[in-house]
């Protein structure tokens, strides 16, 4: 499963970058290959200062080794050995009008000192992190997250729109990153599903992120915008900081197992503000964005 699911984000960071390269229209995406010295390495793929995005990024790698002990520790496992491999995007644009992307598909394996394989699981999910709001984007983005799970499973949606609404949340702020997707982890074999239809699962929701993410682009991506709605998309962007660096799993999983630091915190915009006590202006887009933030919808 670990060759299948690796040679399947080898293809899939093609595909994607490569669309991303065309509706930027501007920038292309720098490759930088990476190694780690306990085993494993990455492929990374950078853009900036594009004609769309600001900066973006969508990596592949896969590690593997003994199990570091601070994730023994977050894993409750003893000694063992593991692999993970996935593919991770977040995609930062110029234009406040159109939202930030960001998805994750990954595997994990773990081992006894036999070499024994003794757990494995898929994990991932998409989400999207608007700086104004338009519904008809929110709801469309859903609508291909619940047409991709219900594929597999008429529960899934929920189940897995739920769980984002939950992990993207900014506690000490009391507020959602964006406006979820779906988030699912620990997808292993079971009475209903087996390794193979997870796998299925998966990729099928990787397939058709472009679907689900490039429309949106294409119908904001050229709209105006002014220096005032520059500034609070910079002030949000420094939510998605905070999150990333105080709450992400992904984030800790890279920094214990001494992953690559550049490919780690590639996710972080190039733009930043943090503005002392900001509140939006009452009755303006920027609040109404603020109060689905603090209560999430339901979008399909």
């Given at each position: 499963?670990?060759?299948?699911?690796?040679?399947y984000?080898?293809?899939?960071?093609?595909?994607?970058?490569?669309?991303?390269?065309?509706?930027?229209?501007?920038?292309?995406?720098?490759?930088?290959l990476?190694?780690?010295?306990?085993?494993?390495?990455?492929?990374?793929?950078?853009?900036?200062?594009?004609?769309?995005?600001?900066?973006?990024?969508?990596?592949i790698?896969?590690?593997?080794?003994?199990l570091?002990?601070?994730?023994?520790?977050?894993?409750?496992?003893?000694?063992?050995?593991?692999?993970?491999c996935?593919?991770?995007?977040?995609?930062?644009p110029?234009?406040?009008?159109?939202?930030?992307?960001?998805?994750?598909?990954?595997?994990?394996?773990?081992?006894?000192?036999?070499?024994?394989?003794?757990?494995?699981?898929?994990?991932?999910?998409?989400?999207?992190?608007?700086?104004?709001?338009?519904?008809?984007?929110?709801?469309?983005?859903?609508?291909?997250?619940k047409?991709?799970?219900?594929?597999?499973?008429?529960?899934?949606?929920?189940?897995?729109?739920?769980?984002?609404?939950?992990?993207?949340?900014?506690?000490?702020?009391?507020?959602?990153?964006?406006?979820?997707?779906?988030?699912?982890?620990?997808?292993?074999?079971?009475?209903?599903?087996?390794?193979?239809?997870?796998?299925?699962?998966i990729?099928?929701?990787?397939?058709?992120?472009?679907?689900?993410?490039?429309?949106?682009?294409?119908?904001?991506?050229?709209?105006?915008?002014?220096?005032?709605?520059?500034?609070w998309?910079?002030?949000?962007?420094?939510?998605?900081?905070?999150?990333?660096?105080?709450?992400?799993?992904?984030?800790?999983?890279?920094?214990?197992?001494?992953?690559?630091?550049?490919?780690?915190?590639?996710?972080?915009?190039?733009?930043?503000?943090?503005?002392?006590?900001?509140?939006?202006?009452?009755?303006?887009?920027?609040?109404?964005?603020?109060?689905?933030?603090?209560?999430?919808?339901?979008?399909?």
């Amino acid at each position: 499963m670990k060759e299948v699911f690796y040679s399947y984000i080898e293809t899939l960071q093609n595909q994607i970058t490569s669309a991303l390269e065309l509706i930027d229209g501007c920038a292309q995406f720098e490759e930088d290959l990476w190694r780690r010295k306990e085993g494993g390495g990455g492929r990374t793929r950078i853009m900036q200062n594009g004609g769309v995005f600001e900066k973006g990024g969508v990596n592949i790698s896969k590690v593997f080794g003994p199990l570091p002990k601070a994730m023994q520790a977050y894993f409750k496992v003893e000694d063992v050995d593991f692999f993970a491999c996935g593919l991770s995007l977040v995609m930062h644009p110029k234009n406040p009008m159109v939202p930030t992307v960001h998805a994750n598909w990954r595997y994990f394996e773990m081992y006894d000192k036999s070499g024994e394989l003794i757990d494995q699981w898929f994990g991932g999910g998409l989400d999207l992190t608007p700086y104004y709001l338009f519904e008809e984007d929110a709801e469309y983005f859903h609508l291909q997250c619940k047409n991709a799970c219900d594929r597999h499973n008429s529960n899934f949606y929920q189940n897995y729109k739920k769980a984002c609404d939950a992990y993207f949340y900014n506690s000490h702020r009391k507020e959602a990153r964006g406006v979820g997707g779906l988030f699912f982890d620990y997808c292993k074999s079971n009475e209903q599903m087996n390794m193979q239809q997870w796998y299925d699962f998966i990729t099928d929701v990787g397939d058709h992120f472009l679907e689900a993410y490039l429309p949106i682009v294409q119908k904001r991506k050229d709209l105006p915008y002014t220096a005032v709605e520059r500034q609070w998309q910079e002030i949000r962007r420094g939510r998605y900081v905070e999150f990333n660096l105080v709450h992400d799993k992904g984030t800790l999983f890279g920094l214990k197992t001494n992953g690559r630091i550049e490919s780690i915190l590639m996710s972080l915009p190039p733009h930043v503000q943090w503005a002392y006590d900001h509140h939006p202006a009452p009755n303006s887009r920027e609040e109404a964005l603020i109060e689905v933030l603090k209560h999430p919808k339901n979008w399909v």
